[in-house]
C-alpha cells in the first residue's frame, strides 16, 4: 500500500507512506511503489498512530439498565449494580457485549485497550470471556487484561486466590482497589500484597487508586511507595486518583515528586471522573479529576482512559478516544496549544508507554498501524472529534468511515452539505 499525501503530527505536509508485508518500509516524499500497489490519497489529512485505552472495563460494557439504572449516579451506587449484575452474566453475553465494543472500538481507531476484568467471582467467568475475547480479536486489536478485585482484595474473602488464578490462566497485569478497602490497615496491606505479587511474577501493577473525593486519602502514596522500594519503575499505573482533586496543596506538593521518582504512569478518565466525582457535595461542586497539567509538569506519563461504555457507572460513550481527550482538555483546563496537544498524547502515545506497547508510532520499520484523521492536526481532531476516514492494521484496512461536512476552519461553506438557504 502506498499512501499518498498526508500530514503528520509534527505537522510535516505531503508526505508519502509506503507499506510492504505490514510495516512501513520508506516515509518521505514523492515515494514510487511496485506497478500494482493499491494507492490511497490521504488529501493532506493527518494520519496519526492508532488510538490507545489505557483503563477501560469490558466486562462490564453495553450492560446499561441490567437488571436496573444507577438512579444516584455514584460510584457505590454502580459497584452495588454490578454486584447484582454478576449472578446473572453468563459467558456468552460477556464475549458477545465485548466483541461488539471491539467493534465500535475499532472503527474510532482505538487498536490497543488495556481492559481490568472483575476476578470476584469464584467461577472467573468474566476471566475466561476476555481471555477468550483477547484471542478472537488479536488480529485487529491488542487487548491486555488487568486481574481487578473489584469487591476489594481483602474484604472479599477468595479475592487473592481468585487474582492468583486469574494471572495464572493468562492475564497480564495485576490490579487492586484500596479504597474499597475497610479499614486504612488493610489499604496499605492490599497494596503491599499486590505490589509484591507483580514484582515477584515480573508483571505490570494497575490500580484504581484514591477513587473518591476524600482529601485524606493516601493511596497513591503507599503505591508510589511501594513501586520505588520494589524498583517497578515504570511498571506501576495509578488509575483515577481522583482525591488528589481535593487534597492539600502542601501534601501534593510532596506527593507529586514521590510519584514522579517512583516512575508512577497515572490515567485519568476524564468522562467518568467528572461524573461520578462530587456526588456529595452540594455548591460549590468539586470536579473529581486528577491534576494532570500538575502530573505532566513533574515529568509523569499521564493518560487519559475511557473507562466505561454504557454500563453500571456511565450511560454514554461509544469508544471514541477523541471525545475522552476532549472532556479531559475541559475539566483540566488545558487550553493552550501545547496542552491541547498533550491531550492527544494522553490518547495515543501516553497510553501506549502505560501498556508497554512495542514498536509503535509511524516510523520506518514499525508495524503499519494508523489512523487516517478528517483533520489537518492534533487539536482540529479534538475540536471536530474528526472522523476517522481509515483505520488500518498490519498494513490491512480494517474500517473504513466517509468524510462528513466537518466544521474545518477554511474559508466558504463545507463541502458535502445541500444548503436550502442562501445567506
Ligand atoms: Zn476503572
Known sequence: MLIRNATLLDG????????????????????????????????????????????????ATLSYGLPRVN?????????????????????????????QYC???????????????????????????????????????????VAFPQDGLLRSPSA??????????????????????????DWVESVRILCELAAERGLMVDMHCDESDDPLSRHVETLAFQAHRLGLHGRVTGSHLTSMHSMDNYYVSKLIPLMSEAGLNAVANPLINITLQGRHDS??????????????AAGMNVGFGHDCVMDPWYSLGCGDMLEVAHMGLHVAQMTSQAQMRACFDAVTVNNAAILGLQDYGIEVGHPADFVLLQARS??????????????????????RTPA????????????GVDWIFNR
Not at 494520519?47 to 472495563?57: I, K, N, Q
Not at 472500538?105 to 467471582?121: E, P, T, W, Y
Not at 455548591?283 to 505532566?296: D, F
Not at 476516514?389 to 474500517?399: N, P, S, Y
Request: aromatic fraction near 4%; glycine fraction near 8%; proline fraction near 6%.
Open 103 to 145: 467493534d465500535w472500538a475499532v472503527a474510532k481507531g482505538l487498536l490497543a485497550m488495556r481492559s481490568h476484568v472483575d476476578v470476584c467471582d469464584d467461577r472467573l467467568l468474566a476471566v475466561q470471556a476476555l481471555l477468550h475475547v483477547k484471542q478472537k480479536v488479536k488480529p485487529y486489536l491488542d487487548l491486555q487484561l
Open 12 to 59: 510535516r505536509t505531503g508526505i508519502d507512506l509506503l507499506v510492504e508485508r505490514g510495516r512501513f518500509v520508506a516515509i518521505g516524499h514523492n515515494l514510487q511503489a511496485a506497478v500494482g500497489t493499491p494507492v490511497v490519497d490521504a488529501s493532506g489529512h493527518l494520519l496519526s498512530p492508532p488510538f490507545v485505552d489505557a483503563h477501560f472495563h469490558l466486562d
Open 71 to 99: 438512579e444516584s449516579g455514584t460510584l457505590l451506587e454502580g459497584i452495588a449494580l454490578w454486584g447484582e449484575l454478576k449472578p446473572l452474566l453468563t459467558q456468552e453475553a460477556l464475549v458477545e457485549r465485548a466483541l
Open 160 to 185: 487473592l486466590a481468585n487474582l492468583k488464578r486469574a494471572l495464572d490462566l493468562g492475564v497480564d497485569v495485576v490490579g487492586g482497589i484500596p479504597h474499597f478497602e475497610r479499614t486504612m490497615a
Open 378 to 399: 492534533a487539536i482540529e481532531a479534538i475540536r471536530l472529534r474528526a472522523v476517522r476516514l481509515l483505520v488500518v492494521r498490519r498494513g490491512e484496512v480494517v474500517a
Open 283 to 296: 455548591y460549590p461542586k468539586r470536579r473529581g479529576m486528577t491534576r494532570v497539567p500538575e502530573l505532566m
Open 404 to 415: 462528513c461536512a466537518a466544521m474545518l476552519a477554511l474559508p466558504g461553506r463545507p463541502p
